[in-house]
């Protein structure tokens, strides 16, 4: 049993199904420090995450009815899949996720040849992953932090498998160079 705040989590999916607005501000209050996190690392404008956020909120607050903890994992889970999804119709709508389409500048490396990332702190490996062509970006996230497949990815963007994986491998290029670059900085 998860505890939000100061009440259980079923206890407060419960509340927010039967239309309690306290809940929901309280649901609110809970996630949307991470919620907003997950936005802002599809677009890069906080004014986009933010419009995101609202409409990932309004769409979570109307379809809470039909959330059922067993089928669909925990809420936050839940929540983040819808905030994904939201982020996703804005990134289509703005046509912003350009794909790379030369391979001459960026090099293929192997898992094991990424840097060792151990010494470079999380938040500025995250504004590298901010700074991510939107392309490479959108697929990258996909992949890494949204554990799909190249297939599903090619699905939700409406591309080819190879195009998922070609720019996951680009971005994964693109990354393990600024990485390496900030190393031989900051050493």
Not at 13 to 25: C, P, T, V, Y
Not at 78 to 83: S, Y
Not at 142 to 171: N, P
């Amino acid at each position: 049993m998860t505890s939000v705040g100061s009440i259980n989590e079923p206890e407060l999916i419960r509340k927010m199904q039967a239309g309690d607005r306290k809940a929901m501000r309280a649901a609110y209050d809970v996630y949307s420090g991470y919620l907003a996190a997950v936005c802002s690392r599809y677009v890069v404008t906080a004014e986009d995450a933010r419009d995101i956020l609202q409409d990932a909120f309004v769409k979570i607050f109307s379809s809470i009815a039909s959330f059922r903890p067993m089928e669909n994992a925990s809420l936050k889970s839940w929540m983040t899949r819808i905030v994904v999804n939201e982020s996703l119709k804005f990134l289509k709508r703005q046509k912003t996720y350009k794909f790379l389409e030369s391979t001459d500048t960026i090099p293929d490396i192997a898992d094991d040849d990424m840097p060792d990332t151990r010494s470079v702190p999380f938040p500025v490996i995250y504004e590298m992953v901010r700074r991510l062509p939107p392309g490479c970006r959108t697929v990258f996230n996909l992949y890494v932090f949204e554990q799909k497949t190249h297939k599903e990815i090619a699905r939700a963007l409406e591309i080819s498998e190879g195009t998922s994986a070609s720019q996951y491998h680009r971005a994964k290029a693109l990354l393990a160079k600024e990485i390496r670059d900030y190393i031989n900085e900051t050493t």
